[in-house]
Every structure is written in structure tokens, then in C-alpha cells.
């Protein structure tokens, strides 16, 4: 019914930069927030990024000045741009929404993950 799908990961060198992106797709009536969640090797999911339809956002204090995100609503797509990346960004990026479903209503839907490896 809802997709989402995120592009963009990759390895980098530390101090670089990676733009990721998500998609949402299906029989959507509307997109409550949009974000990034990240979780690395041993480490719980943690809130990464988050986008409200209106704009509000909140970011981790540990990518705050280096991450930002951003999106489109017609295009019912997140971005992140991320820069001065440390190897401690490196994780499995996953998007998340929350959407209500012409079909299924109001529920919370999750990206399959995209990996970020970020090299010293």
C-alpha cells in the first residue's frame, strides 16, 4: 500500500559529504513527518532527522551545524544532506513516516535502510 524508499548511501571518506533520499509512494492521502533514523553495529535505532509537514524540524545533537534535512512535499520525498561526515555517522540510514493511508489510515511506515560507511 505505502513504500518507502531511500537512495543515496555509499562509503566516504571522513569530512565528506553524501546526500540521502527518500521516497514515499502508494495511496497516500497525506504525510504527517518525514525522517531519518540510523542504527550502527550494536547500537539502538536512534532518531537521526525530522521533518513535520510544516516545516518544523528537529536533529540529534550529534549531527546538529553538519546535517541537514529537508523536503518535498509534492514530491512526497525527504532529503538529507549530510557533511563533514566522522566515522561515527557510519550506520544503516532508515526513512521514516508518518502517513495516513486513503486505504488504512494513520500508521508509521519504515524504509528498508540504506548504509553509510564513513572511512578515516
Known amino acids: 500500500q505505502v513504500q518507502l524508499v531511500e537512495s543515496g548511501g555509499g562509503l566516504v571518506q571522513a569530512g565528506g559529504s553524501l546526500r540521502l533520499s527518500c521516497a514515499a509512494s502508494?495511496?497516500?492521502?497525506?504525510?504527517?513527518?518525514m525522517g531519518w533514523y540510523r542504527q550502527a553495529p550494536g547500537k539502538q535505532r536512534e532518531l537521526v532527522a525530522r521533518?513535520?509537514?510544516?516545516?518544523?524540524?528537529n536533529y540529534a545533537e550529534s549531527v546538529k551545524g553538519r546535517f541537514t534535512i529537508s523536503r518535498d512535499n509534492a514530491k512526497n520525498t525527504v532529503y538529507l544532506q549530510m557533511n563533514s561526515l566522522k566515522p561515527e555517522d557510519t550506520a544503516v540510514y532508515y526513512c521514516?513516516?508518518?502517513?495516513?493511508?486513503?486505504?488504512?489510515?494513520?500508521?508509521?511506515?519504515w524504509g528498508r535502510g540504506t548504509q553509510v560507511t564513513v572511512s578515516s
Open positions: 521514516n513516516a508518518a502517513i495516513i493511508s486513503r486505504v488504512l489510515g494513520a500508521d508509521n511506515y
Open positions: 502508494g495511496n497516500i492521502a497525506s504525510i504527517i513527518t
Open positions: 521533518i513535520t509537514s510544516g516545516g518544523n524540524i
